[in-house]
């Protein structure tokens, strides 16, 4: 079965620096994977995809991720934080259902 | 439009009571989720709709009721409920099952007492 795992469940950076959350995969066929973000009390938003077109995938809000084979990985990354990024961000993989990592809180100190 | 809309936004039921939540979408996709999230955890699968019939069922009690009327719609009905049901419940679609990202509603925050 495939599944995801985020390593780090609360990440803390300041205004301005690299924002860095971390998604691996386990997956014995090509994977589609996913990562969403949820802000308090609201449903999930997709911020980008990967479904084997491109390894680096750019997504909306000036997130990107980078899709790694060799190191099973599928980490989020976004070269300046925004007050605005605070929130709860989830790494998802997809066969017949959507099956989410155990997500990772981002603080973003000014 | 990418809009999945569901109602109500919150529900406090008692434990006796039966009540529904609705979610709907004209995207036209095909395939429709019930997630269920409690606090600071990430959503867990309940139910999948794949052409208005059911595909997955995560062993979700029978107190939770899914159905699936047409393409666009989606319910989950509810009764004799318990206080640990307490909790966000997500729905969302996509396009067809496999491989295809879910857009999700803003999600029923149900309250049971």
């Known amino acids: 079965a495939q599944s995801v795992t985020q390593l780090g469940s609360h990440v803390s950076v300041s205004e301005g620096a690299l924002v860095l959350l971390r998604c691996n995969y386990s997956s014995s066929v090509p994977p589609y994977l996913f990562w969403y973000v949820q802000y308090p009390n609201q449903g999930l938003q997709l911020l980008l995809k990967?479904?084997?077109?491109?390894?680096l995938v750019k997504g909306i809000n000036g997130f990107e991720a980078e899709f790694k084979k060799s190191e099973t990985s599928f980490h989020l990354t976004k070269p300046s934080a925004h007050m605005s990024d605070a929130a709860e961000y989830f790494c998802a993989v997809k066969n017949n259902d959507m099956r989410f990592g155990a997500g990772t809180r981002l603080t973003v100190k000014p | 439009d990418t809009e999945v809309t569901q109602t109500p936004k919150h529900l406090v039921m008692g434990m006796t009571n039966k009540k529904s939540l609705k979610c709907e979408q004209h995207m036209g996709h095909r395939a429709m989720y019930w997630y269920k999230q409690k606090a600071k955890k990430p959503p867990e699968l309940m139910f999948v709709?794949?052409?208005?019939?059911?595909?997955i069922n995560e062993s979700v009690p029978s107190r939770f009721s899914p159905e699936c009327p047409n393409s666009s719609l989606l319910n989950l009905h509810l009764h004799a409920l318990q206080p640990e049901d307490s909790a966000l419940y997500l729905c969302?679609?996509?396009?067809?099952?496999?491989?295809?990202?879910?857009?999700f509603g803003q999600g029923t925050r149900l309250t049971v007492v």
């Open positions: 969302a679609s996509s396009r067809e099952t496999v491989n295809t990202e879910a857009f």
């Open positions: 990967y479904t084997s077109a491109a390894t």
């Open positions: 709709y794949s052409y208005e019939k059911l595909s």
